[in-house]
């Protein structure tokens, strides 16, 4: 999981839409019980995205000197 989204969410441009979502139904629930919530931000936060994600990073270049 990545930001809590799936692979294939982040793969195939889904995420957007799946944060968007997320964002409605926490805004919904804080509406309907906002006792539930230790916050007083309007929208509880939802994870932000990695700028990169590796499973086996490679190693920099160095030039051969």
Do not use: C
Request: proline residues 11%; without cysteine.
């Amino acid at each position: 999981m990545i930001g809590l989204h799936t692979p294939a969410d982040i793969h195939h441009g889904r995420h957007h839409r799946v944060r968007a979502g997320r964002e409605d139904t926490l805004a919904a629930a804080r509406t309907a019980h906002p006792e539930r919530f230790g916050t007083t931000r309007p929208v509880p936060k939802i994870l932000d995205l990695p700028k990169q994600v590796w499973i086996n990073k490679p190693e920099p270049h160095r030039d051969a000197a």
